[in-house]
C-alpha cells in the first residue's frame, strides 16, 4: 500500500531520477571506454598495429559522454553560475530573474531535442557511417537529443520547486 499513497509527482520524480542516474551510468562508461580504447591504441601502435577507428569511436564516446552527463550535472546544479552579482539582488527579484532563466534554458533544451532528432534522422536518410570503420553514427544525434530532453525535465524539476533539492551529487 505504500506505493499507492505516493503522489503522481513523487513518482514522476523518482523516475526522473533514476533517468537522471542511468544516464549518468552511461557518462561513467562512456568515459572508461574511451580511456580503455585510447591505451589500447597507443599499446596497438607501440607494436606497429594501430587500432583501426580509435579517433572515430573516441569522438562518439566523447558525444555519448557529455551527452548522458549534462543532465546530471544539471541535476546536481554543478554547472558553473554567476553568484556573486546574483546573491546581491533582493530575494524577490533572484526568484524573477532565476525564473526567466530557467524558462530560457527549458527552452534552448528543447529546441537541441527537436534539432538534434531531426538531424539524426537526415543522418539516417542519408546512410551516413563512419568513414574508418563504416558504422552508422545517426544513433548518436538521438543520444544528444535525450540528454537534451531530460535536461529540460530537470530544469522544469527545479522551476516548478524553486527551494527543494531534487538531487545531491
Known sequence: MAAASSSPPEYGQRFLRKLVLGLAFVAGAGTVAM????????????????????????????????????????????????E???????????????????????????????????????????????LTLGWPVFWASYVMALGCAVSALVVLQHLLHPRKVFMSP
Open 84 to 130: 556573486f552579482f546574483f546573491n546581491r539582488l533582493p530575494p524577490a527579484v533572484r526568484l524573477v530573474v532565476d525564473s526567466i532563466m530557467r524558462v530560457l534554458t527549458i527552452a534552448l533544451f528543447c529546441l537541441l531535442t527537436v534539432q538534434g532528432v531531426r538531424y539524426g534522422q537526415s543522418l539516417k536518410a542519408s546512410g551516413e557511417v563512419m
Open 35 to 82: 580511456m580503455l580504447v585510447t591505451c589500447v591504441d597507443v599499446v596497438a601502435r607501440a607494436f606497429g598495429h594501430p587500432l583501426k577507428g580509435s579517433y572515430d569511436i573516441v569522438r562518439l564516446l566523447s558525444l555519448v559522454t557529455l551527452s548522458c552527463a549534462l543532465p546530471y550535472t544539471t541535476a546536481v546544479k554543478g554547472h558553473v553560475a554567476v
